[in-house]
């Protein structure tokens, strides 16, 4: 039996630089890459453009299996049937219509199936918080990003302010230690390093240094 493209998987809560690392080292290895948390905002919207209701399994989980969907590394865009959909699955109604396909277990399984689709060659790097747990658990590199809640909340504020929106740090820590509390305790797929994962703290670290602290990892794994 031929052996499967490889797969590093980069888990972590929000805020720990796991998507802009993921990104940054799938477009320096030529590689394929996956954003698994855009996945539902993407499978909801693409039922909204086809009519489709949100609350219709059959139809939800045969959309997910076939979801026609790429992530770019290269230009950082997500592609719907070739359109790029970045911007509008950021919104505040694609979030709250996420949720809502995401409690059909129809559709996680669905959706499961089309994520393991992604692993091509030469490769694909898959960011998440279930890549090295559940998605691909024979994942040849697993990496655990991590920070404080104190650190993520900064550089959340710091994106807002950014944006030029109004934005309270002490309010952004609690929330996201109240989110790190809820995906920690969850039933399905609580957010945990994977067995045998390489846990990076990237308190104290910029883009860069984590991106170089990752990049020793693979290559101490994997002839690339």
Partial sequence: MPKSPPVIAIDGPSGSGKGTVAQILARELGWHFLDSGAIYRILAYAAQQRGIPLDAPTQLAELAR?????????????????????????????????????????????LLERQRAFRAGPGLVADGRDMGTVVFPDAEVKVFLTASAEERARRRYNQLIEKGLDANLAALVADIAERDHRDATRSVAPLKPADGAEIVDTSDLDIAQTVACVRDLVRRRLDV
Avoid: W
């Fill in 66 to 110: 076939n979801l026609p969907v790429t992530f770019s590394p290269i230009d950082a865009k997500i592609r719907l049937e070739e359109v790029d959909i970045k911007d509008e699955i950021r919104t505040e109604a694609a979030g709250n219509a996420a949720s809502k396909v995401a409690a059909i277990p129809a559709v996680r399984v669905a």
